[in-house]
C-alpha cells in the first residue's frame, strides 16, 4: 500500500492541481478546498474514511504552509521557501502514513 499511497500522493498533489490552484490556495480557501477535494478523490480506492482525513488533513498542512511559502517567495527567501515546501511534502507523508489503518 506504501508506494501506491506515494505515488498517488504526487499526481493528486501535484499533476492534478491546477495552475489557478497553486496561484490562489494560499490567498483563498475557495481554491484550497478545491484544490483538496481533487487531492483527495483518487485516496477513495482505498476508502471513503481514508480519503476524507487526509482531504482535511491536507487542508489543514497547506493551509499553513502555502501562506508561508507565499509570503517566503514573495521576499525573495528561495531557500526557506523550499525548505518549507519539503517540510510541507513531509507532513504529508507521514499524514498519509499515519493514516493507514483508516484504509479498507
Not at 32 to 46: G, K, R
Not at 61 to 79: C, F, P, V, Y
Amino acid at each position: 500500500m506504501i508506494f501506491e499511497v506515494i505515488w498517488i500522493h504526487f499526481i493528486a498533489d501535484f499533476v492534478l492541481q491546477s495552475d489557478t490552484m497553486a496561484k490562489n490556495k494560499s490567498s483563498s480557501n475557495k481554491w484550497l478546498l478545491i484544490h483538496c477535494a481533487i487531492y483527495a478523490a483518487p485516496f477513495l480506492w482505498f476508502g471513503w474514511k481514508y480519503a476524507a482525513i487526509n482531504g482535511a488533513a491536507h487542508f489543514a498542512t497547506d493551509w499553513i504552509t502555502s501562506r508561508g511559502a507565499a509570503a517566503l517567495w514573495k521576499k525573495g527567501e528561495r531557500h526557506w521557501f523550499f525548505v518549507l515546501i519539503g517540510f510541507d511534502q513531509a507532513v504529508h507523508l507521514t499524514t498519509l502514513v499515519a493514516t493507514a489503518g483508516y484504509a479498507l
